[in-house]
């Protein structure tokens, strides 16, 4: 199957660079990844070339932030809309002559601007996303912008102005189960002022505030009986028993971390470069300055054990900032067709 070349007018200019042992990495856990850039409204899929180079394959999804992954699925928040991609390929198929997946947009259910951050799909198939600007929980619905699923047991109401910046959500066994909060704040706004130490993992299920004093977390994570997440503004990958609220520093990366994936035992993080050059209020400016390194923007890959980056992806030009990334097993070399381009638009496939 050969698709048409996309079109490149409109990308903004990126420049790449790995880690030496990228590729053997992705080929030796037998997997590619996806990220998201909010600030130019990009979704990247990275694999391996036949000839052992790394491919990267961008298209332009307006401010694009959280991601899910299911098989031959995915599922991308926009700035108004979340997104419905599916790989168009059968078994034993390829695009362009090389590319075992081929993600075509489906679907795009409207939203209006939500500030969605993180979402995930249950078990039965629900797509459950963090709105951040009504501070809660939701799920799409057909007629309306969204239907509320939960909020944090200290908002009163369900109204905008992003009162305690909901933005990670974990989903364990199906159903959500964990989300962080910048603050305990029922304010529009209000978080902003403890950005530096009240951040909270909450747990869903119980309502229940099981660990605080991070700084400005995201991406919560359930790994076995623990719960890894980013304590973002102070540049730290940490662990956390929900049972005792004991935590564990595993790793600390050079940059503002808001996307985390897990690929057996390893993680996938995104890194952005502080915004308008300063990382102000945070400890991670501190942190930084003491570890004598600067801030870069793109993908780590951090052994869970060591707490070692051992591989990496940098991103250098117009782009500073990502958010979300996941892990695509069993793929690998995917691309996607972009938006409104002229390969979506002669590329029919049908069933018959």
Known sequence: MTLPNPDETTVPTVRTSVSPGLPGWLLANAASFAFTSYQTGQLFLIGVMPDGSISLNQQNYAQAMGLSAQGGRLYLASKFQIWRLENMLQPGEVGNGSF??????RNAQTTGDLDVHELGVDRDGRV?????????????DLTHSFRSVWKPPFVTALAPGDRCHLNGLAIADGAPA????????????????????????????????????FSMPHSPRVVGDKVLLLDSGHGLLVEIDPATAARREIAFLPGFMRGLAIHGDHALITLSKPRNGTFAGLPLEQALDQRGCEAWCGVAIVNLSSGAIVEWLRLEGDITELFDVVALPGIRRPMSLGVGSPELMDTITFRA
């Open 100 to 105: 075992d997946a081929v993600f075509v947009p």
């Open 128 to 140: 459950v996303f963090v709105n951040t600007s009504f501070s809660c929980l939701a799920a799409l």
């Open 178 to 213: 964990y989300v962080t909060s910048v603050a305990r704040c029922d304010t529009p706004g209000g978080w902003r002022q403890h950005r530096s130490d009240g951040g909270v993992l909450i747990d869903v299920r119980t309502d229940t505030v099981v660990a605080e004093g």
